[in-house]
């Protein structure tokens, strides 16, 4: 499985950016896709997952309401669109693919992982 983000930038307080992760063919290797950050200093954390074939989401209290997960299976695209952007969802991006069909969004249950995606508010 191939992982390719995008779409990472900067934008104020409140703006949006939407990031979008290319997947290679769909597999049992990538059952799910998720999106998570790091910020500096600071562990990785999950904040949303889609399972590829149910289209179920799952997503981290700090981003429910602003962020949407969405795929679209045409072109094996993952994308995470987010809304009312805040200083503190400065982070590099990353996009991960698992096996597990329903994992929670521990980074340690993503076995593939791509190479992130800066996104800077202020």
């Known amino acids: 499985v191939q992982l390719v983000e995008s779409g990472g930038g900067s934008v104020q307080a409140g703006g949006s950016l939407r990031l979008t992760c290319i997947t290679s063919?769909?597999?049992?290797?990538?059952?799910?896709i998720g999106w998570f950050r790091q910020a500096p200093g600071k562990e990785r954390e999950g904040v949303a997952r889609?399972?590829?074939?149910?289209?179920?989401?799952l997503y981290s209290d700090s981003v429910k309401g602003r962020f949407t997960i969405g795929q679209v299976t045409a072109n094996n695209t993952v994308y995470l669109q987010m809304n009312s952007l805040k200083s503190e969802d400065t982070a590099m991006y990353y996009c991960?693919?698992?096996?597990?069909?329903?994992?929670?969004?521990?980074?340690?249950?993503?076995?593939?992982w791509g190479q992130g995606t800066q996104v800077t508010v202020s």
């Open positions: 991960a693919a698992t096996s597990n069909v329903s994992p929670s969004l521990l980074p340690s249950r993503f076995q593939t």
């Open positions: 063919t769909y597999t049992t290797a990538n059952n799910c």
């Open positions: 889609i399972a590829t074939r149910s289209g179920t989401t």
